[in-house]
């Protein structure tokens, strides 16, 4: 069973815009964590966000955490074509469950 | 450094067939783990190993999944026999596990598998 669910399901921009996906879950949790999935291929660790945080940034990307909602953004700012690729929330720590996903398609 | 090795890559085979994936960790991760994913979901997990403890295989649907990971190192998932609805994406991941414990999981590059 997925424990989060990402929102929108799919999303398209252009390149430069900034790209913004959302995960809901249901349980609490000691760290969310964001991973992407190029087509064809495994997922890559993106950012690890701790329930004690609220904000987090790297390099491109800044993730927000709201406890009390169950809620996490994603933000990735000045999208590139390299960004095309689908974008997970995952909980759980040792035992990670993840969410359905939000596919990220970049428009040269 | 080498990541998470898996192969095959792809494999097709008929229904009641076997077939084996292969999963060999990051050096030096004691955790291991196998993940399913279906197209357009997320991966699902499978079984996770503590070095060559299966600790969860609560997921693992025993009648026709096995799995190994005898040295602690390298890991097989069996299936036998295959079913059409096993086609899918199996995903192998390690990380350092206990006592690091950083919860950052390193996912290889996942076997195709088509049941015809």
């Known amino acids: 069973s997925q424990q989060g669910e990402e929102d929108p399901q799919a999303l398209s921009i252009q390149e430069g815009e900034n790209a913004t996906m959302n995960c809901s879950y249901k349980?609490?949790?000691?760290?969310l964590q964001w991973y992407r999935q190029n087509s064809g291929r495994g997922l890559v660790h993106l950012i690890l966000?701790?329930?004690?945080?609220r904000e987090k940034h790297s390099g491109r990307l800044r993730v927000t955490l709201d406890t009390s909602k169950k809620s996490s953004s994603l933000l990735i700012t000045a999208s590139r074509a390299a960004d095309t690729a689908s974008y997970f929330c995952?909980?759980?720590?040792?035992?990670?469950?993840f969410g359905t996903g939000t596919r990220l398609t970049i428009i040269p | 450094e080498a990541g998470v090795v898996q192969s095959p890559r792809y494999k097709i085979i008929e229904k009641k067939q076997p077939v084996a994936f292969w999963c060999n960790p990051i050096?030096?991760?004691?955790?291991l783990y196998w993940y399913l994913q279906n197209l357009g979901q997320g991966p699902e997990l499978l079984i996770r190993?503590?070095?060559?403890?299966?600790?969860?295989d609560s997921q693992l649907p025993k009648d026709r999944f096995s799995a190994e990971r005898l040295k602690g190192v390298d890991s097989t998932l069996k299936i036998q026999p295959a079913e059409l609805g096993d086609s899918a994406v199996y995903l192998c991941?390690?990380?350092?596990?206990?006592?690091?414990?950083?919860?950052?999981?390193?996912f290889g590059p996942g076997t195709r598998l088509t049941v015809l």
């Open positions: 991941a390690s990380s350092l596990g206990p006592p690091w414990n950083t919860d950052t999981q390193y």
């Open positions: 349980t609490s949790i000691n760290n």
């Open positions: 966000i701790r329930s004690n945080e």
């Open positions: 995952a909980t759980g720590g040792e035992k990670l469950t």
């Open positions: 050096s030096g991760h004691n955790t």
């Open positions: 190993y503590e070095n060559e403890e299966a600790v969860d």
